[in-house]
């Protein structure tokens, strides 16, 4: 059924890296009924973001190796049934403790999705067919990411937030019958080490020692870290300082990740005619200077709705290709290994998203100022960690 180079495995694998916006940007629009509803503060409910984005990165780490040890087919089923159970707890959550509990291991849960689509892409394809298919599978985060938002608005209004899980459990139900009758195992060779600590830790080791995954999961950080610095301030940023009405900023997003989909959706096209290296070079020179314009229009006083929402746009098109061209790029040369290697990358992009998230919030001030620094200065370490990283032949 899920044949290379077919719609279905874009479908599957696209579906499956779309669980990470399902479970975080749907649910995000329905906060503002979380306090009231479970008697809380809104310090509580920001924690339930900031717990699901440590799971997601810790769970990336461990279903990694137990894909390349036990295949892909079980590691994910035991995700999807990990995200339903949690899912069913955070719908019948009575009290803001539960809640951040079960957010935790719906992340957990969820995160094998990030792994194991990816490395379900490598075990079927080689070279610039591995690009070409993650980049037409990054089309489907984007999409999620323009659209989920708004449905999480309306769905919370008229239903309430605990609607949000109940779609969380359907998915996670979905996808686990998909998965049972519809996938076969993908995987070539299993590695019955990839889960001891000491094979682990030298097959880790080994990953970071390689410079051409260095400098993709370098550069693939700092893109991540400029994201989540924009998901985490643009809100305050575009309501509280440009007066921007609320109802409307989820167009305002729906702009800019769109502009994500559509450049991963042109990845895919360039990439079997152009160099991948130079694609993802030339995009993540894109992703540097937007990130400086941005800053350049806050410090002339020219920063605006129309006037930021342009550049964030040019800037998530190239992240677009980043994305995508970064994932192939940094996995193609560990076949042998590339759940581990899915893993680490995962990891330590999540890590990277959180902080760059936490860093704008921490240092948000009323002005725009502290959003575009922060995104300029990750912005510039996209094309620059590659390059100083990175043999002159990386694959």
């Known amino acids: 059924m899920f044949r290379p180079n077919s719609i279905s495995l874009i479908f599957l694998s696209g579906g499956l890296l779309a669980l990470g916006p399902l479970t975080l940007d749907m649910y995000i629009p329905a906060l503002p009924g979380l306090a009231p509803s479970l008697g809380t503060t809104a310090s509580l409910v920001q924690l339930t973001i900031s717990v699901f984005l440590i799971g997601f990165a810790v769970g990336q780490l461990i279903y990694g190796p137990l894909a390349d040890r036990f295949g892909r087919r079980p590691a994910m089923m035991g995700g999807l ?32 999705g990030q792994v194991i689509s990816r490395a379900i892409i490598r075990d079927r394809h080689e070279g610039s067919d591995t690009s070409r298919m993650l980049a037409y599978a990054t089309v489907f985060i984007g999409v999620a990411s323009a659209t989920l938002p708004v449905a999480g ?13 109940a779609i969380h459990l359907g998915v996670s139900a979905g996808f686990l019958l998909l998965i049972w009758f519809g996938f076969e195992e993908t995987i070539r060779r299993r590695d019955p080490a990839a889960t001891r600590i000491g094979p682990m830790a030298r097959n880790i080791v080994r990953l970071l020692a390689d410079r051409t995954f260095s400098a993709y999961m370098a550069s693939l950080s700092f893109m991540l870290g400029a994201a ?21 900023f989820g167009f305002v997003f729906t702009g800019v990740a769109g502009s994500f989909a559509v450049g991963s959706l042109v990845a895919g096209r360039l990439v079997r005619r152009f160099e991948a290296r130079h694609l993802f070079v030339g995009a993540g020179i894109l992703v540097a200077v937007m990130g400086v314009v941005l800053e350049a229009v806050v410090l002339t006083g020219q920063a605006g709705v129309y006037s930021m929402t342009g550049p964030f746009m040019a800037m998530t098109f190239g992240m677009g290709f980043v994305l995508s061209l970064g994932i192939a790029g940094a996995l193609a040369p560990h076949s042998e290994m590339a759940g581990t290697a899915s893993a680490v990358l995962g990891f330590v992009q999540g890590a990277a998203a959180a902080a760059g998230g936490a860093l704008v919030g921490f240092l948000f001030d009323g002005t725009a100022l502290p959003m575009a620094t922060t995104i300029a200065v990750l912005a510039l370490g996209v094309p620059v960690s590659f390059l100083i990283i990175a043999p002159r032949r990386a694959a």
Do not use: D, K, M, Y
């Open 81 to 112: 049934v990990l995200f339903g159970l949690a899912s069913i707890v955070c719908l019948f959550a009575p009290n803001i403790e539960t809640l951040i509990v079960a957010r935790f291991f719906q992340a957990l849960g969820v995160s094998a």
């Open 153 to 165: 608005s309306f769905l919370s209004v008229w239903f309430g937030w605990r609607v949000v899980f």
């Open 228 to 248: 989540l610095a924009f998901i985490t301030g643009s809100s305050f940023v575009f309501v509280e300082v440009f007066g921007l009405q609320p109802q409307n």
